[in-house]
């Protein structure tokens, strides 16, 4: 099993929508979760951070954690075509190194 | 405040020659990253510096050496290029821990022939 799995995709929804990304992780004691936004030929961006279990909103951007199910989602509402990338999910994972452990990314695909 | 800067942006080896990849950071960051990205693979660790003056392997260190030659600066050599090291490396710094979040430079594109 992956450390940090996410659907590959594409995850296509038509402009205005709510698009919905999910990661599960397979460390129980993991604490800090991340997501990151990546355009096609650019680098990882980050876009929203949560620690704690339920959501944390950020302008059109929610991300969702529940630690005893293991999974953290990201809510993007009124989506638009610049949304259109692939969203890395990032998860500190206690593997003795002292890193992230990313998914290898779901992109999505807005609509006009 | 520039964030990470890696240089070069682009670059083609022919196999066993050698490069080095470099990276600098503005942030007052404590920690720097390096990691590979190839189709499918996702970001893959290969070195990291927790600190000024440490070094540490991290998913893929094979093939690559590191140096943290200050607190901006961390740089990744390739001794001897090899076609399977054809991808895009990416920088990256956070504060200090684990648990804090990554900021990343614009990357390398490397082709080894």
């Known amino acids: 099993q992956k450390e940090v799995e996410q659907n590959s995709g594409p995850l296509s929804v038509p402009e205005g929508a709510i698009a919905s990304l999910n990661c599960t992780y397979s460390?129980?004691?993991?604490?800090?979760f991340f997501w990151y936004r990546q355009y096609s030929g650019k680098s990882p961006e980050l876009i929203m951070s949560?620690?704690?279990?339920g959501d944390k909103e950020d302008g059109r951007f929610t991300a969702q954690l529940n630690k005893a199910s293991q999974y953290v989602s990201l809510l993007i509402r009124d989506s638009q075509p610049s949304d259109s990338a692939t969203y890395l999910c990032?998860?500190?994972?206690?593997?003795?190194?002292?890193?992230?452990?990313f998914g290898s990314g779901t992109r999505l695909q807005v609509q006009p | 405040n520039a964030g990470v800067t890696q240089t070069p942006k682009f670059q083609v080896l022919k196999t066993g020659q050698s490069m080095t990849l470099q990276c600098a950071q503005d942030?007052?960051?404590?920690?720097m990253y390096w990691y590979r990205q190839d189709p499918g693979m996702g970001l893959r660790l290969i070195y990291y510096s927790a600190s000024e003056g440490t070094t540490d392997k991290g998913e893929v260190p094979n093939g690559y050496n590191v140096s943290r030659l200050n607190k901006r600066e961390f740089s990744l050599r390739l001794e001897s290029a090899a076609p399977s090291q054809t991808s895009v490396y990416f920088c990256?710094?956070?504060?200090?821990?684990?648990?804090?979040?990554?900021?990343f430079g614009p990357g390398t594109r490397l082709l080894v022939l």
């Open positions: 990032a998860v500190n994972t206690y593997t003795g190194r002292r890193a992230l452990t």
């Open positions: 942030m007052n960051h404590n920690s």
């Open positions: 949560i620690y704690s279990n």
């Open positions: 460390d129980r004691v993991s604490q800090s």
């Open positions: 990256a710094s956070s504060e200090t821990g684990d648990e804090r979040a990554q900021y």
